[in-house]
């Protein structure tokens, strides 16, 4: 994992959370997003796609990176939005945005595969929603894992109970058919559920900090796009509090000295309905012998997330105290 400018594709259901890690990505020095992809997940897929071109305008590279509109509903199964999380449109409740930006002229299943044949070896596929577009892309073209350079997947709960039901995390559970098959293929690194809360959260004194820091159109925006998570945190578990599972994966990409510990294991993932769906299955002690294919980070560096993160917000740089 080299400090040298990543070229990216981010593939998304772009909501509150998901928005911090495309501006991670679109001020950092350390990544060129070469395009964004839509996956259904978190709210309604057309306030998804706005979502993102609003999100790139507002980091002023909406003219540079087009939104390619992709899988509309699971492979299989349905399932239910996060707006109790995220709010109706995903970002707060209150900000429904319409752009006039044009989406590109391409089904992103296709974008992403003639991509990853163009640019062989050079292109990670940042993964931060549901695995649907991602699974038909491997559907399309078999090779996908020789044909990327890396795949960072936000999804899972490894040993830890999960964000929908007890047993799963919300990508996944969204579309456990395209997470099942996308474990099993391709070489990934992930990000989970579990690494998310215990190193990516804000707590009341940090929002407090980020409220009175400078006024920023970004930290406007987090704050405004907060405020339904906080408000559904205050509800469900008596505090204020924020998660950044998507941030969190971004900048471990833009900075690997985030990433403390790792280890890689054999998975699998539960895709039957019920009450395991989703559920990610981690063979520490490798006792199926199946290939051992996915690095899972295991601890991460909060003081310094914090900091990039306040970066970002205040000085349009991640990279600003590394």
Known sequence: MSRETRRVIIDTDTASDDTQALLLAATSDRIAIEGVTICTGNVEFEYMV??????????GVADDVTVYEGARTPLVKTHEHADDVHGEGGLGGDLFPETGVPSGDRYAVDYIVEQARENPGELTLV???????????LQKEPNLNELLDEVWVMGGAVNY??????????????????AKRVVRELDIVLFDWGVTVRDTAFDAETLAEIEAGPDTDLASFFLEIASSVRESNEANLGRDLTTQPDAGLMAGIIAPELIEETGTYHVDVDEREGLTRGHLSVDKNNDTGDDVQTTIIQSFDTRLFHQMFKDMLFKRSPEASL
């Open 50 to 59: 706005e979502n993102a071109k609003y999100t790139l305008d507002l980091a």
């Open 127 to 137: 993964c931060i929603a549901p695995l649907t577009n991602v699974a038909l892309a």
């Open 161 to 178: 109970p999960g964000n929908v039901t007890p047993a799963a995390e919300f990508n996944f559970w969204v579309d456990p058919d395209a």
